[in-house]
């Protein structure tokens, strides 16, 4: 069960799925931090066969090493400003969509993601898969 954007934490998606033993939903959510749109959602949800984790990323593309999209380090984009776009300019890679072909075309495997990402995911796998 993926729920890939915020409003999907409050339009019905979980309740409609209908958690339960057995049936646990595990979320992976971006911009999880104090203060945050996504942050008020999850503090609505309080369910023991839901397991809401965030990651540490502005965005997902900083999930993946810098070195699998031949980059030394990810751009700095100032707060406020869209982070895909900023990076696209910053690297000269034209739209966000030029940009998601780069990353996609980067990624060979696991080894290419953060630690951090691989870990939460791990965790919402482990949640989802234990015997009920």
Do not use: M
Not at 49 to 64: F, M, R
Request: net charge negative; hydrophobic share 40%; proline share 8%.
């Amino acid at each position: 069960f993926l729920l890939n954007r915020s409003s999907d934490l409050s339009s019905g998606l979980l309740a409609e799925f209908g958690p339960e033993p057995g049936r646990r939903v595990g979320v992976l959510v971006d911009h999880l931090v104090s203060g945050s749109k996504e942050s008020r959602l999850a503090a609505d949800i309080d369910d023991p066969h839901v397991l809401l984790l965030g990651h540490p990323y502005v965005d997902i593309w900083q999930a993946v090493k810098p070195a699998a999209v031949r980059i030394d380090a990810w751009p700095e984009v100032p707060r406020g400003e869209d982070w895909k776009q900023g990076v696209c300019a910053e690297l000269g890679w034209g739209e966000p969509a030029d940009g998601w072909r780069r990353v996609l075309s980067g990624v060979e495997g696991f080894r290419d993601l953060q630690p951090a990402l691989l870990g939460a995911v791990e965790r919402l796998i482990d949640f989802v898969t234990e015997p009920a």
